[in-house]
C-alpha cells in the first residue's frame, strides 16, 4: 500500500474504512513474499475472481465478485465451522468465503 492509499491519512494514520484496497504489481511481489514466509501458500487454481490460500491443510475461498463462483476440488473437503463436505466442487456466492481442510 501507499502512503496515500484508502485507509491512511495524510499523517500516515490507519483508519477503518469498508472498501476493498486493490495493490500495485510490486507491492504484490512484496506481500507474497510475506506470505510465503509466514507460511502461506497461493492456494488451488480457482476461477476469475476468486482466490484461494492454503496453510497448514486448509485452504480459504474467497469470492470477490458479485456473482455466484464454483471452485473445482480435488478429492473430498470438509468445511470447518459447520463440518459440511464437500466433493468436487465448492459454489461460493457473491463475495462469499469458505474455509476447508
Do not use: C
Not at 11 to 22: A, H, I, L, N, P
Not at 79 to 98: K, Q
Amino acid at each position: 500500500m501507499t502512503a496515500f492509499s484508502a485507509k491512511v491519512n495524510e499523517r500516515g494514520q490507519w483508519f477503518d474504512t469498508s472498501r476493498y484496497e486493490v495493490l500495485e504489481p510490486s507491492t504484490a511481489k512484496v506481500l507474497e513474499r510475506l506470505l510465503h514466509l509466514a507460511g502461506i501458500q497461493a492456494g488451488p487454481s480457482t476461477p476469475k475472481g476468486a482466490f484461494a490460500r492454503s496453510v497448514d491443510g486448509h485452504t480459504l475461498y474467497v469470492n470477490t465478485t458479485e456473482e455466484k463462483k464454483t471452485v473445482i476440488l480435488e478429492g473430498i473437503k470438509r468445511r470447518m465451522l459447520t463440518d459440511r463436505i464437500y466433493e468436487g466442487a465448492l459454489d461460493l456466492g457473491p463475495l462469499d468465503s469458505d474455509l476447508v481442510r
